[in-house]
């Protein structure tokens, strides 16, 4: 039996975030339902009544879940949340974009935050935000996962709260190089603040408010990611500084780094729109292989001279 506040979650993606999701609602006591490609269930009796369904797939699944979503009929009032942090190869479109345009008339949720999956099973403390054009469907979904040790925030800028959990994978890497090559604390702290303006050139750049990368899902997921041994985009950097190659790191990596495809994907955006990104830029080169983590540490050195807050308004 429900009662009216108890609503019904389907998860789509069973990986290690879809997982944690549904661990925070269903100790909330919704009823959740997570389904991946290789459930036994249909997908279809998996997503009839559902009051929300939450996408945790990584990027290369959003389209294909989304195609098998469309061939069936999502009840009318369904929230759609999507907690995909990365860009997508073929169009460069968000996630939460690729959703609006598949669904225009359904309310879409993004939900992002520094929110290390691994801590969030263990029941520690976390926030998040859910950010959307619709604020009561963004309540709604804050309801369903708010707790005492997941605090949920809402804010209006949906692409930018995507943009900040989607470009700080980027920057986690360069943190993994860096804390590889014991580059020292100067060293981090100047990367991690020199980071957030090249997110904000390219957030502001695709529509998101600038605010928005100060909050939990920007600068909070950039703090997170590039300081934890636990992000798998760190770990990437990591690898790197110590000369193993991507496709070794790669076998040996628990889960997904979407910061590899983002970085091919915000480099095509940064060079057709000439948006100055140099920090992804070097690691573009370092991904593919032709500088050593050591050069791309001298090429960021040794640039001209600017000043801080150079085609900045914020
Ligand atoms: N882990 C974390 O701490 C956090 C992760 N995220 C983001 O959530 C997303 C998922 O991450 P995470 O759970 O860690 O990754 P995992 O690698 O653990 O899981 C990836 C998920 O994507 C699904 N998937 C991949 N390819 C396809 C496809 N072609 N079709 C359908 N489904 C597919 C996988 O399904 P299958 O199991 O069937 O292969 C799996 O459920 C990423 O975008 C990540 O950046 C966001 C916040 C925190
Ligand atoms: O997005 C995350 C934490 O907020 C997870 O980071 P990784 O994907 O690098 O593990």
Excluded at 10 to 26: E, M, N, P, R
Excluded at 135 to 153: G, L, P, T
Excluded at 209 to 216: D, M, N
């Amino acid at each position: 039996m429900t009662n009216n506040k108890q609503k019904k979650l389907t998860i789509i993606g069973a990986g290690v975030w879809g997982s944690a999701l549904a661990t925070l609602a269903k100790r909330n006591q919704h009823l959740v339902r997570l389904w991946s490609r290789h459930s036994t269930e249909s997908l279809e009796a998996v997503i009839t009544d559902a009051d929300i369904i939450l996408s945790a797939v990584s990027i290369k699944g959003v389209r294909p879940t989304i195609e098998k979503l469309q061939a069936l009929t999502l009840p009318e009032k369904v929230i759609l949340v999507t907690a995909t942090k990365g860009l997508d190869p073929l169009t460069t479109l968000t996630p939460s974009q690729i959703w609006q345009e598949a669904f225009p008339s359904h309310s879409i949720v993004v939900l992002s935050g520094p929110n290390l999956s691994k801590e969030i099973q263990q029941g520690l403390p976390a926030a998040t935000v859910v950010a959307s054009n619709n604020r009561s469907a963004a309540e709604i979904v804050q309801a369903v996962f708010a707790s005492e040790n997941f605090r949920v925030y809402v804010n209006s800028d949906p692409l930018g709260t995507e943009l900040g959990g989607t470009l700080k994978n980027v920057m986690a890497i360069a943190a993994g190089v860096c804390d590889g090559l014991q580059l020292g604390t100067n060293a981090k702290a100047g990367l991690m603040t020199r980071a957030l303006p090249e997110m904000i050139r390219v957030g502001t750049y695709l529509g998101a408010k600038a605010s928005t990368f100060f909050g939990l899902s920007g600068l909070g997921d950039l703090m997170a990611t590039c300081n934890s041994p636990l992000s798998r985009n760190y770990q990437v950097g990591y690898g790197l500084s110590q000369g193993k190659s991507l496709e070794k790191i790669l076998e040996n990596l628990e889960g997904t780094a979407e910061g590899i495809n983002t970085t091919e994907v915000l480099i095509r955006i940064a060079q057709t729109k000439e948006i100055y990104v140099p920090i992804s830029h070097q690691i573009y080169r370092l991904l593919k292989g032709e500088i050593t983590p050591q050069e791309a540490v001298k090429a960021l050195m040794e640039r001209e001279p600017r000043s801080e807050f150079h085609g900045l308004e914020i």
